[in-house]
């Protein structure tokens, strides 16, 4: 039997519904699937029971934990896709909405991170899910497996003084030498999963951080990196460069 | 005793959260809203950020505009600093809207459009899920995810991924393409053009000969988009405000404020222009704005349609067809460019020139303006951005009002109006997400 499976978005940008529709894999999707709802391209209004909810967006309003809590009662496992509906995503930068990721409401049973979700990554786990598979990710963080990993500083004395290159300083077609940190560029590949095939640093930019942290305990991480690095002033009265896509939790 | 009845219907195959409500007052249907449930908030979160962080930032406004988006805010903090932006980069500007823009107008013209069409010209009333339809057409089926997957695959040689682009950044594009994503680009174009030529003769054969529905027609609304002497071109030109052949008005981006102004609680855009009068930005006043394609076989399809077609928000739906072609042309041109791949340093942002900034862009769904003001500090203090759709909110609700008003004093079943104005908000191709920034 195919597997069915319930598709909605909660606030977001359709950024994952839309890479979802452009897969390669996508005409393979659909054939081997049933999609049962999935108000982007169904007009199905009614939810029913499922194998798998794929959730794209975080919660910004009640109704929507209503919604959410309906689609975990109709489904066996219930997947967070993208970094909103993981980690908070984008709003986190929000002054006036108080955004949460999905698995403070509810019981999640995986994660596809990502700002998009990296189209690689993205397939594979909807084949493993079409196939029942483990879907479990990578534990590790960017720097595992940087492409600059060869010079990478081990004792980070050099000051943190900008959080972007400076356009000219990018040198076209070629592949920086220098591990950002040693530059003086904060890259917050020490702290966000692996999975992306690192395509900000090989072109050139540092890691914003769009994947998400790797272990559940971002804040601590955060406050661990901080601990290594020296921030200049400027960066450090600066908002919202470790948590543009991963809301910290506060605990109490 | 007046009785009041508000119903709340949501909507589908449309991008984002939206709802129509329908006000009855007296079992007569007093008004009907188009709403969009929340606002991000996105206007008011970057104040206090630093001028080449924005960019990356709006790019999350929209999963779909997300190019359109980022290359406007990049145009406008180029602004505050009077620098020219590399030809090199300006060209891979345009191949990266191609690319968005034939990705979102392939999704809606598939999952959105096409199923209303056979609905409305009561072609098949029961095409509606993916599934259906590639029994319908496998062809036709095959070509679109094609096109999807073109679209895509642009972004990802020259954006770095495909949705939420890497290389596009504040004084360019940080990508040299090389010979071989250039020949692999053009392979992409090339088959772009055989599909989207097969898909409007297709259009053409099924739609030509058939009269769209009253209801779809445009009451008298002003056409709004970039002019670029005339030609087709979503990159840069002057405001073009036009009514008909014999009066527009024209006029340059930082002069906007004269026309157009933001809503004082940031939602919704007013028109100093005329009180009376409705503004419509998208594809369809692109084409009235456009003089001259330069391209006969364009010629040819739109002269298949006559005024009936031409009158009515249906066109769109041709007119996405031809811009996607359009832009397959243009896109084949551009990689013909030597300087495409010839290095090139991009422009120091470091000589603040002025205080505020401006970028604007026509988005698939029309004309998209980004304003930003800094302090002393060179930090926002305020941010304003103009969306397609608000532009049209005005006129799609007028439009649905209307119809609604009719069909339930002819039926008075309230589910087959539910159902119709769906249609017809579609047939705008809102973008919610875009709204809702």
Redesign the interface.
């Known amino acids: 039997m195919k597997p069915r499976f319930i598709i909605i ?1 909660l ?9 979802l ?2 897969l ?1 894999i ?2 393979q999707f ?1 054939e081997r699937t049933k ?1 049962i709802y999935f ?7 009614k939810i029913e029971d499922c194998d798998i909810a794929l959730v794209e967006g975080c919660i ?2 009640e109704s929507e934990i209503n919604l959410l809590k309906e689609v975990r009662k109709h489904a066996k496992k219930v997947y967070a896709l993208g970094t909103c509906a993981a980690f908070g ?3 986190s ?5 108080d955004i949460k990721p999905i698995s403070d409401f509810i019981q999640i049973d995986g994660i596809i991170p990502g ?2 979700p ?2 690689k990554l993205f397939g594979n786990i909807l084949i493993r899910l079409i196939e029942n598979k483990d879907t479990s990710l990578s534990e590790k963080v960017l720097c595992a497996n940087c492409p600059l990993r060869e010079n990478m500083e081990k004792i980070l004395d050099t000051d943190i003084i900008k ?2 290159p ?3 300083e ?1 040198i ?2 070629e592949e920086n030498s220098d591990c950002f940190l040693k530059r003086g560029i904060l890259c917050l590949g020490p702290i966000t999963r692996e999975g992306c095939e690192s ?2 640093i090989k ?3 540092p890691c ?1 951080g ?1 994947m998400g942290p790797v272990s559940k305990d971002f804040t601590s991480n955060i406050i661990n990196f901080l601990s290594l690095v020296k921030l200049s002033k400027d960066l450090i009265n ?3 460069i470790f948590y ?1 896509f991963s809301k910290p939790k506060l605990r109490r | 005793m007046k009785r009041l009845l508000k119903i709340v219907d949501v909507c589908t195959r449309v991008e984002g959260h939206g709802t129509v409500k329908i006000l009855l007052q007296n079992d007569e249907i007093s008004n009907v809203d188009f709403e969009i449930q929340s606002n991000r908030g996105f206007e008011s979160f970057l104040i206090g950020k630093k001028l080449n962080d924005i960019p990356k930032i709006v790019s999350r406004i929209c999963g779909l505009c997300y190019a359109s988006q980022t290359i406007a805010s990049c145009k406008a903090v180029e602004n505050f600093f009077n620098i020219s932006t590399p030809e090199q980069s300006i060209l891979l500007r345009h191949l990266l809207l191609f690319g968005e823009l034939i990705k979102s107008h392939s999704m809606h013209f598939y999952f959105q459009s096409l199923p209303d069409l056979f609905q409305i010209f009561d072609i098949s009333q029961k095409l509606f899920s993916p599934y259906e339809l590639i029994r319908y057409d496998s062809q036709l089926t095959t070509y679109i995810y094609e096109l999807i997957k073109i679209g895509n695959e642009i972004e990802k040689i020259f954006g770095g991924r495909s949705v939420h682009l890497i290389t596009s950044i504040p004084g360019g594009i940080v990508y040299l393409p090389s010979r071989k994503d250039i020949s692999m680009a053009r392979k992409y174009f090339q088959k772009a053009k055989i599909n989207l030529e097969f898909i409007i003769d297709k259009f053409i054969g099924v739609f030509s000969n058939r009269v769209p529905p009253e209801e779809y027609d445009l009451p008298n609304v002003m056409y709004m988009g970039l002019n670029n002497f005339g030609n087709f071109n979503r990159y840069s030109g002057t405001l073009k405000i036009k009514e008909n052949v014999k009066n527009s008005i024209e006029f340059e981006e930082k002069n906007y404020s004269s026309y157009f102004e933001k809503d004082i609680n940031l939602r919704g855009i007013d028109f100093h222009f005329d009180k009376n009068k409705r503004f419509l930005v998208g594809p369809i006043s692109r084409y009235k704005i456009t003089e001259n394609y330069e391209n006969d076989n364009i010629n040819t399809y739109l002269g298949y349609f006559d005024k009936s077609w031409q009158n009515s928000v249906l066109f769109s739906n041709f007119l996405r067809l031809i811009e996607m072609y359009f832009e397959t042309q243009q896109g084949l041109i551009i990689l013909e460019e030597p300087v495409l791949n010839r290095r090139t340093i991009l422009p120091s942002l470091t000589s603040l020139k002025n205080s505020e900034g401006i970028g604007v862009i026509e988005a698939p769904r029309g004309m998209l303006l980004h304003h930003y003001y800094i302090n002393d500090n060179e930090i926002i203090k305020k941010a304003k951005i103009f969306i397609p759709t608000e532009i049209n909110i005005p006129i799609i609700n007028d439009t649905i009002t209307k119809y609604a008003q009719e069909l339930y004093n002819r039926t008075g079943d309230i589910n087959i109006v539910k159902k119709k104005i769906q249609t017809i908000i579609r047939a705008f191709d809102p973008c919610i997400s875009c709204v809702a920034h």
């Not at chain 1, 108000?39 to 209004?45: H, M």
């Not at chain 1, 930068?93 to 909405?97: A, I, M």
Request: contains cysteine; negative net charge; charged residues 20%.
């Open positions: 978005s606030t977001s940008c359709s950024g994952c519904i839309s890479t529709i452009s390669d996508f005409p659909l999609i108000p982007f391209i169904l007009d199905v209004e910004s309003e995503g984008i709003l930068l929000s002054n006036s909405k700002c998009p990296p189209s959080i972007n400076n356009p000219e990018i076209l077609g395509k900000c072109l050139g930019l914003e769009c600066y908002e919202g543009r």
